[in-house]
């Protein structure tokens, strides 16, 4: 994925009724090594990758980019959210062009079923249509991901298509701001 383009980075920190979304810091690290290595979270994204190569690969700050959000409830990160282009080999676009702006989420599963992923992408999205006004967002997951599809649906995200890619059936939905107008 390439990075968002002509957008201020970091913003300040975004809060919300429970949660604040802000960059990546040295002190997530631990946090993030837990995203990547769970396997529940990797079930529908590829698996987990192991400890040690994380532990090994991960720069003392990780992940600091633009579009990546550090989720953090109570002082502490429970996930990450980004926005970025997607890459133009991938399978399914909106845009003819390719290089549409998608979401992604991903939270520790200590951190699923109170809704703070909902609030946390709404904020995300608001953001995103603050700074790249009238700008459709994509999102793919696999149909099978139960909590993903709901996610997307809870967040007004559209079925654009389905399609076959890495063995499992996508789905493809699109979000797009609401006009002043509409
Ligand atoms: C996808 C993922 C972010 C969804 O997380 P989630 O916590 O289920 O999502 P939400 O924030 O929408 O929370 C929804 C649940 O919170 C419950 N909830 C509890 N308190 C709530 C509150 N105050 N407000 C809103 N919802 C609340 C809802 O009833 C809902 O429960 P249900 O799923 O049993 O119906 C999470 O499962 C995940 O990180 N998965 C692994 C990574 C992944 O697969 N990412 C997708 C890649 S495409």
């Not at 201020?8 to 631990?30: G, Y």
């Not at 959210?81 to 290089?99: F, K, T």
């Not at 790249?132 to 967040?155: I, Y």
């Amino acid at each position: 994925m390439t990075e968002l383009g002509d957008v201020a980075w970091p913003p300040a920190p975004i809060r919300t009724e429970r949660l604040v979304l802000r960059e990546s810091e040295a002190r997530d690290r631990a946090a993030f090594i837990e995203l990547f290595t769970s396997p529940e979270v990797g079930t529908y994204i590829g698996g987990p990758r192991p400890r040690d190569e994380c532990e090994r690969a991960l720069p003392e700050t990780p992940e600091r980019r633009p579009g990546l959000f550090v989720i953090e409830l109570d002082g502490a990160m429970i996930g990450t959210i980004e926005l970025n282009r997607r890459d133009a080999e991938r399978r399914s676009h909106v845009r003819p062009d390719a290089g549409e702006a998608e979401l992604g989420y991903l939270f520790l599963p200590e951190a699923w079923g109170g809704g703070y992923a909902a609030e946390a992408c709404a904020a995300a999205l608001g953001w995103f249509a603050d700074m790249l006004p009238g700008e459709p967002v994509v999102l793919c997951t696999q149909t099978a991901n139960d909590r993903s599809m709901r996610l997307a649906a809870k967040l007004g995200f559209t079925e654009v298509q389905r399609f076959e890619e890495w063995g499992a059936e996508q789905w493809m939905g699109v979000w797009s701001p609401i006009s002043p107008s509409g």
